[in-house]
């Protein structure tokens, strides 16, 4: 059963639930209506209590993070631009919150880039497959905005602290067969394979315990250290909100925008 909506597609399939994120125009770029749809998605798949869920995005990119377009759309005062950016952080930190606590396996199927706070959705994946041409980047002081997302909430326990800040401050390109060498990602495969290679875990997951993969992720995303995770994002959004009214930020954003274009 597939169910399409404006930003996110649903798909139910060998007892799993698939989540795609649906604004290919715009390589899946995140706005706060995106997020709230996957948040409600979520729920969604949570009650259908399947093998695993499954992450992924339609068309060129995984997703290319906070849309830059929406900020600046909603600059005409700091009031209106704090207020889009609450939505939008935060909607997002809501989601990767509700992806640690979700109550089965959360696999990731990395179909193109990666960029800023959308890293996040792939950091609160237990196992990820990354298309080979695909790679990870913050992108954050190119614009002068704030980490969020889990870069900093979240990376660090990853792949140490020196390396994660080593990649923001030089905002470096991490490629697929780097983001494998360093633990980011459990496969990377050539992108026709990506979907064999996902459906592939999602066979060995139905051969287990359903119950016993959920006591295992519940005992490793367990309350206290969910409340650390918590807390930092929460640290990440109060300084992202301090950045993005900041003058040198707005013109970062609009320079960024007319590299782009």
């Known amino acids: 059963m597939t169910t399409e909506t404006r930003q996110v597609v649903i798909e139910e399939a060998g007892g799993a639930v698939w989540l795609r994120l649906n604004r290919p125009a715009r390589h899946n770029a995140l706005i706060p209506e995106l997020v709230a749809e996957l948040e409600a ?53 809501a989601v990767v919150l509700k992806l640690l606590c979700f109550p089965a396996p959360v696999l990731a199927a990395v179909n193109g880039p990666v960029t800023g706070g959308a890293t996040g959705l792939v950091l609160a994946a237990d196992m990820t497959a990354m298309a080979e041409h695909s790679f990870i980047q ?4 190119s614009v002068g905005f704030a980490p969020d997302g889990g870069w900093t909430a979240l990376l660090p326990e990853r792949i140490g602290t020196a390396k994660t800040l080593q990649i923001q401050y030089l905002n470096e390109r991490v490629t697929a067969a780097e983001a494998r060498a360093l633990g980011l990602v459990s496969c990377v495969c050539p992108y026709p394979e990506l979907k064999a290679v996902v459906e592939g875990w999602l066979n060995g997951l139905a051969a287990g315990s359903a119950s016993t993969h959920a006591v295992t992720r519940t005992n490793v995303w367990d309350a206290a250290r969910l409340d650390i995770v918590r807390t930092r994002l929460d640290q990440e959004k109060a300084r992202f909100l301090e950045r993005v009214v900041q003058p040198d930020t707005l013109a970062g954003m609009t320079a960024f925008l007319q590299r782009r274009a």
């Open 41 to 93: 998605a979520l729920n969604h798949a949570a009650e259908a209590k399947p093998v695993a869920l499954v992450l992924t995005g339609n068309g060129a990119s995984f997703s290319t993070g906070g849309d830059i377009a929406g900020f600046l759309a909603h600059a005409g005062s700091r009031e209106e631009l704090l207020g889009y950016a609450e939505k939008l952080v935060g909607g997002l930190h």
């Open 138 to 141: 913050p992108y954050y002081s």
